[in-house]
């Protein structure tokens, strides 16, 4: 596909997400009516989808059309070439196109920083003078981190491993065993280091969050809210831990077991019926259902799709969650709860509000990673039981 062509078909795209398709699923389904698309068309178009999303309301929240204009302007591509209007190339740009162009409308704080207006004033009281950049920083795509698997390799092993398969990475500059993908991040899926566990995907922030733990050799640790298992696959690799896994939709933990085994590690799955039988833990890690507000820059779609009342019932799923892992753990142990989310609501004043009703937890530490070069926003709270 042309350029062009595929600015075409990343308008329709978007036009299809405008009408209520979820981005991915818009993605797949344009990708299964176009078999002629090749794999870097389908991973251009991605990223031309993508960047729309991340902005779309800077941009100016029109159309796919009028989406790609105005993404095309900001990012300096050449428009008379892109919209030339032959072959499958969009149309040539109007004079009103042109004229709006040329005539940007003042834009709202919400608007510029690419948030609902609801969400702003929230942003806002959570994030303070870093409301702005914070939300700046997810309108642009987020590099791609690896974590060195260290049962298996060492990382200066794991760059040369890559290397063969022409993917550049290099030591993030503060959390020990983690990489920056630097060259070729579509092609780590094939990559032989990926496909035999000595790499895994993994965000920075949440190597950072596993690499703050401190555990005793052969303590029980639980995974509470596992999903696909990043976490307890990280624990198993960094500390002589009996890790366990636990969701309360065990078909997310379905490729666990594959990957654990790819990674040298032991996990062993619970069922919510036979957590009862497994404790007390000595670490229990709340990974809990957010927003994932600091993650947007991933999941533009979800963004947009947040509501308040989706926010309140997601508080009311941590509060839940947050309880529940604390029951599992014994005396003298410790309860995490983490968060991708970067609002105050779903963090500190989930923690808060949960030490107020039992005294016997205390705070021991609490981060909150923001959104940055270096990795996603991240909130971490690590409480003890005494
Ligand atoms: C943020 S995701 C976990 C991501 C995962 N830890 C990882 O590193 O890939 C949250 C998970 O919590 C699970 N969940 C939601 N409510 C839960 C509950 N009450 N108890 C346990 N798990 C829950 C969801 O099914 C979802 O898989």
């Not at 979800?302 to 509501?307: G, N, Q, Y």
Request: with cysteine.
């Amino acid at each position: 596909m042309t350029p062009g062509a595929r600015v075409a078909a990343a308008a329709i795209i978007l036009d299809t997400i405008r009408d209520g398709m979820p981005a991915e699923q818009a993605l797949t389904t344009w990708a299964r009516g176009s078999r002629f698309a090749g794999s870097k068309d389908r991973a251009a178009l991605r990223d031309l989808v993508f960047d729309a999303l991340r902005a779309r309301r800077s941009l100016g929240d029109g159309d796919g059309r009028a989406l790609m204009i105005q993404l095309a302007q900001r990012d300096g591509g050449d428009l008379d070439q892109l919209f030339s209007g032959d072959g499958h190339a969009p149309a040539v740009i109007s004079v009103e196109e042109r004229a709006a162009l040329a005539n940007p409308q003042a834009q709202s704080p919400a608007q510029a920083c690419d948030l609902p207006d609801w969400l702003w004033p929230l942003w806002e009281q959570s994030l303070g003078a870093a409301a702005v950049e914070t939300a700046l920083v997810q309108q642009r795509r987020a590099d791609v981190f690896l974590r060195v698997n260290q049962r298996r390799t060492t990382v200066n092993a794991a760059i040369g491993a890559l290397k063969e398969d022409q993917i550049e990475a290099a030591q993030h500059p503060e959390i020990k065993g983690c990489l920056r993908v630097i060259a070729n991040p579509r092609r780590i899926k094939n990559a032989a280091a990926y496909l035999d566990g000595r790499v895994e995907l993994q965000d920075a922030s949440s190597q950072f969050a596993v690499n703050q733990l401190q555990l005793r050799a052969g303590a029980r640790v639980l995974d509470y809210c596992a999903g696909g298992g990043g976490k307890a696959l990280a624990i198993a690799d960094q500390f002589d831990a009996q890790v366990y896994a636990h969701d309360i939709n065990p078909q997310r933990m379905t490729d666990l077991g594959v990957r654990a085994a790819r990674a040298g590690v032991q996990v062993t799955q619970i069922e919510t019926a036979g957590l009862a039988q497994n404790d007390p833990f000595d670490l229990v890690f709340c990974d809990a259902p957010c927003s994932g507000s600091g993650t947007w820059r991933r999941t533009p779609d979800a963004k947009w799709r947040l509501t308040q009342a989706r926010l309140d019932a997601l508080r009311e799923m941590q509060a839940q969650v947050i309880a529940a892992g604390a029951n599992l753990v014994g005396t003298g142990g410790a309860l995490v709860y983490a968060t991708c989310s970067v609002l105050a609501d779903e963090n500190d004043a989930i923690v808060d509000a949960f030490c107020a009703q039992d005294p016997a937890w205390k705070i021991r530490a609490r981060h909150q990673l923001l959104p940055g070069a270096d990795g996603d926003g991240f909130f971490l709270c690590v409480l003890e039981k005494f």
